[in-house]
């Protein structure tokens, strides 16, 4: 299949090789409004080619897969030139309706790979859970066979399901890796370095990935230790503070008031 790429972010940076490794089809092109992310990207393709022009888009390949930010998504589709009409249209958002694309083509559907991406580091892409959606369910089962060349991990997932999978992972990714941002700015204030609680991080995801989160939770909120609390948000910058106080508060009432 030719297949033409709507962005080149962190997402198209490790589908768009793991398409072609699998062998479901060859990118041809790479779109992206700064061309240097784009030519990045072709670099690591078979033989794709990169173009930051709208009007220059391949119009006669068979999927075009929009791996771009959600905001975005609505201009970049309203800009781009008619394909043929059986072409499969696939976005990687967990957030977007498959509909979004539903003015594209009869063929339209959701590619969503629940992982967090960055260019530099390699991801093993047939360990990432994929979800899918099709508009009708022979879209389903060709998006299915494209997935499950990539992933042994494929499943179905309406829009709604995928939305609230995205929430859960903005909990357990996108915040949780703010929280350790936030403990390596105060560690290096001291002259520390997160090193210092490798152990301790290491421990903390074995026990939430082997048992339960909540039956693993530890710590002065959960023994309802107000002095400690109290001590902690006065050393704390203003903003933090409040982040620890409400953080605080919903690990007690967690712990207190449902049990």
């Known amino acids: 299949m030719r297949i033409v790429f709507l962005g080149a972010g962190n997402v198209a940076s490790h ?8 062998g479901v089809g060859q990118v041809y092109q790479v779109y992206s409004r700064t061309l240097a992310s784009a030519t990045s ?3 690591r393709l078979q033989s794709a080619r990169p173009v930051n022009n709208a009007s220059d888009i391949d119009t006669d390949a068979d999927v ?7 905001h975005a998504v609505g201009e970049a589709l309203s800009s781009l030139p008619a394909t043929r009409s059986d072409a499969l249209w696939l976005h990687t958002s967990g957030s977007l309706p498959m509909e979004t694309l539903a003015a594209r083509s009869d063929a339209y559907g959701v ?3 629940l992982q967090t991406f960055s260019k530099s580091v390699e991801v093993d892409m047939a360990q990432v859970p994929i979800f899918i959606e099709g508009n009708t369910p022979a879209v389903t089962e060709r998006i299915r066979a494209m997935a499950e060349a990539v992933s042994g991990k494929v499943y179905y997932a309406d829009g709604d399901l995928r939305r609230r999978m995205h929430i859960a992972a903005v909990f357990a990714c996108n915040f949780t890796n703010y929280m350790f941002t936030v403990a390596d700015d105060l560690l290096r204030a001291d002259g520390l370095s997160l090193e210092v609680l490798h152990p301790l991080l290491g421990e903390t995801v074995r026990k939430a990935m082997s048992g339960s ?3 693993g939770q530890t710590g002065p909120a959960v023994r309802g230790d107000m002095e400690v609390m109290e001590r902690h948000a006065s050393m704390l910058s203003p903003d933090l503070a409040v982040i620890y106080k409400m953080l605080s508060e919903s690990i007690y009432k967690r712990n207190h008031e449902q049990n």
């Open 15 to 22: 589908l768009a090789p793991a398409l072609e490794q699998s």
């Open 41 to 43: 990207l072709c670099a």
């Open 64 to 70: 075009y897969i929009v791996s771009l930010v959600d």
């Open 111 to 113: 590619f969503y790979p």
């Open 213 to 215: 989160p909540a039956e």
